[in-house]
């Protein structure tokens, strides 16, 4: 990519071979996650999102490790790894802390450094995570981002407790369904939006008690009303606009609502007085930190967990399609690109 705008910007060009020099890794890219974030990159959104370019887009990388740069000691050549996308100073305070994603420092693979859509990527030691032996670069990739993401949101920032109440608005998305795993998983009680019927089953197959149309007017009381009027302890949002403010009206009072997104755009219209007179708190949560990134492979690989599904998985000649199958919101679960795999 090297100019922004539509899919059209993404143009699969010969590069050679990135080197791993002193401290890095080569990885041969396995499977590379599609993310809305990819989206943002491409059309310029801004803020931490600002792309340094040219750029090769993807940050969800999992593959297998071709080579490795002097002074790496503890990354073995053939070892299947997920590639880490965080890159930050390391010695200030909120780096010393693990949340990398404040370091004013910060910067992420496929955004300021070249990323995935690649057959192969280079990144630091210190990036790269060994994949337990039961787990596939496909569900990594397909896991790594969205999944880091929730697990911050829900324990870090939303201090989420057993036996609590969580609407997932948008739960048919990539962290919509991290989110509802892991919530699962700590035995919260789970309500979810989805556009359409076939979505909903899905939802509540997958664990979810009841799964809300948010395209009816209402649906907040509705979520209310499942909750015998009291409301959810925690919201998870990442879609912003009406389905943010949707969510604040459905938090039972001091509920928290927590937003990693807003994929339907920056701003949403929402009631001040209801902020403070019911104690609500609306939290920002970014990325998550390498602990929580290593806690969530464990869980996965000793099948604690349940893994992502995975929508489709196109070459890497299909990234615009890839891109726009997120886009449309026909899909359920992730989108992957394998390298690999033969143009069609
Ligand atoms: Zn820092």
Not at 178 to 197: F, N
Not at 245 to 263: D, K, Q, T
Request: charged residues 20%; negative net charge; hydrophobic residues 45%.
């Amino acid at each position: 990519m090297s100019r922004h705008g539509g899919p059209e910007v993404l143009e699969l060009v010969e590069r050679s071979d990135p080197v791993a020099g002193p401290g890095e890794v080569l990885v041969r890219v396995g499977a590379v996650a599609v993310n809305r974030l990819d989206i943002w990159v491409r059309a310029d959104v801004g803020h931490a999102y600002a792309a340094r370019l040219p750029v090769v887009p993807g940050y969800d990388v999992a593959g297998e490790v071709v080579s490795v740069g002097a002074s790496v000691s503890d990354v073995a050549v053939g070892q299947e790894v997920y590639v880490h996308y965080d890159y930050a100073c390391g010695r200030c305070a909120y780096c010393l802390e693990g949340d990398e994603a404040a370091c004013a420092a910060y910067e992420v693979m496929g955004v300021q450094r070249d990323g995935g859509y690649a057959e192969l990527v280079v990144a630091p030691a210190r990036n790269i995570f060994a994949l337990p032996a039961t787990l596939s670069p496909d569900i990594a990739a397909a896991a790594g981002s969205v999944y880091l993401t929730a697990h911050h949101m829900l324990f870090a920032r939303a201090g989420l407790r057993p036996g609590e109440t969580v609407l997932v608005n948008a739960g048919g998305s990539g962290v919509g369904g991290a989110a509802i795993a892991l919530a699962r998983m700590a035995g919260a009680r789970l309500i979810a939006t989805a556009s359409t019927e076939t979505k909903r089953v899905r939802l509540r197959a997958a664990g979810v008690e009841h799964a809300v149309d948010y395209a009816e007017d209402g649906w907040p009381e509705r979520v209310r009303a499942l909750t015998g009027g009291r409301g959810v302890d925690v919201a998870v949002d990442h879609v912003g606009g009406a389905a943010f403010a949707g969510a604040l009206a459905s938090l039972a009072n001091r509920g928290r609502l927590v937003l990693c997104g807003a994929s339907s755009g920056p701003h949403a219209e929402i009631d001040l007085v209801d902020v403070f007179a019911r104690q609500v708190a609306i939290i920002g949560s970014s990325d998550g930190s390498r602990r929580e990134l290593a806690e969530v492979f464990r869980l996965l690989g000793e099948g604690l967990l349940a893994p992502p599904p995975i929508a489709a998985v196109l070459p890497l000649e299909r990234a615009a399609d890839a891109q726009a199958l997120l886009e449309s919101r026909d899909h359920f679960g992730r989108v992957l690109l394998d390298p690999r795999l033969p143009a069609e």
